[in-house]
């Protein structure tokens, strides 16, 4: 290969990869979807969710736990490269008479449900579950399903 062919093979890389470069900063990004926010109090779940499981945990100290899962619809659009946006809910209704409706929101393991500021999570994984409030506070630890129908 002689200079000539050298000099323009490195010319024609120099100008692809500038023109990939170039595409690439202009392109815009697709907008991702957003989750609306949970509502606190437990409610009819929409027309759009069906239910997929209801459930009864047991947890430490006799503590009890009872959740009926919703399956969303699933997405149509999701940004490539992002996780997709989970659209379940879960209603939940605790031993001491508090019930929540919640959204589910994005987690590496298990799913995850929460009330709109994130006081309020629960988690579930397996036939495990667990309650935190305030960020922090575990008040409902070592859940275990007791009963499906």
């Not at 815009?28 to 945990?57: D, G, H, N, T």
């Not at 919703?70 to 996780?83: D, F, H, N, W």
């Not at 709109?116 to 579950?129: M, P, R, T």
Request: net charge positive; proline share 8%; with cysteine.
């Amino acid at each position: 290969m002689n200079k000539r062919m050298f000099l323009a093979l490195a010319v024609i890389c120099i100008v692809i990869v500038s023109l990939l470069a170039l595409s690439w900063r202009t392109s815009k990004p697709r907008p991702v979807p957003s989750v609306s926010p949970a509502s606190s109090v437990m409610s009819s779940p929409s027309a759009q969710k069906s239910p997929e499981a209801s459930v009864v945990y047991m947890c430490k100290g006799g503590r009890k736990i009872e959740a009926v899962f919703y399956k969303g619809e699933p997405l149509i659009s999701v940004v490539p490269g992002q996780p997709p946006v989970p659209n379940g809910e879960v209603d939940v209704k605790l031993d001491d008479g508090r019930t929540w409706k919640l959204t589910q929101t994005i987690s590496a393991d298990g799913s995850r449900y929460a009330n709109s500021d994130e006081s309020f999570v629960f988690w579930s994984k397996g036939d495990g579950a667990l309650v935190l409030e305030n960020s922090q506070e575990k008040t409902y630890t070592g859940c275990v399903v007791t009963h499906q129908p």
